[in-house]
């Protein structure tokens, strides 16, 4: 019931984040809106682990070097990336490729841990993609194929190979008995720090939007999007896998259609409710216990 809940949470919360991130894009640069975000979420677990008294025993040698690891795949370049593709790709396009993180986990954990490929969550991928295929079908008659199309992609899979590697660098933090919490602080510190790196680099000037609109975007996605959400994810990873937790990547897109639905009108078709029925039956199948 524990892992169902960390599911259900993690698919809810980031299918909030689509429409949320919507409201950071304007005049702060994309580099540095990733930057505040992983700072001030890095900053609040530390507050909060503070005042739990387990702000102690941090990542050390060796197992620091796979925490920062970590943050900069999962918390600064995978996010980076996405951003400047954001603009090239309908969102439908963006779900699809990020869905492949599930394939891209299952290959990874057996590459890595030598783990047996796990047919039934390899099964419930593809059944997975195939929904969100079909949910997306519309926009993909919009597409028009060109050399900015197919390096929006190329960027949209590198994207979504560095945070299958920060999904594998997490499991292997927790099999070395790093907690959670504390490995995820010190993770977005270091993708904050090195998302600074790219900005400066980039000639980004440092600037912060201060109207409501942004910075109520900001928190949320600081708080509730990455310390909530993150939090039961890699905890869920912990649990059950890479292979299985990473179906989330299938299922949240769904609940971006839902908030899609109530805010900015969008108008269901058949082929997308089927593809719904089909993401439905991989989460079924994913999670399951029965063989």
Known sequence: MANLLLYVVTVLIWGTTWYVIKLQLGPVPET????????????????????????????????????????VMLFCLNYWLFYLITNDLTSGLVAIIFSLITIMNIGNQSLFFKVPINARALVASLIGIAGLVMVFYPEFAEVKANDRLIYAVGLGVLATWFASIGNILSVRNSRAGLPVMRTNMVGMFAGAVCMSVVAVASGDPVTIDLSPRYLGALFYLA??????????YLTLIHRIGADKGAYAGVAFPVVALMISTLLEGYLWT???????VLIVCGNILALSKRR
């Open 32 to 71: 540095w809106s990733v930057a505040w975000r992983f700072f001030i979420a890095a900053a609040a677990l530390a507050v909060w682990l503070g005042l739990r008294g387990r702000l102690t025993d941090l990542p050390k040698g060796r197992d620091l070097l796979f925490v920062c690891a970590q943050g």
């Open 223 to 232: 708080i509730i999007g990455s310390v909530v959400a993150f939090g039961c």
């Open 270 to 276: 058949l082929p997308a409710a089927f593809g719904v």
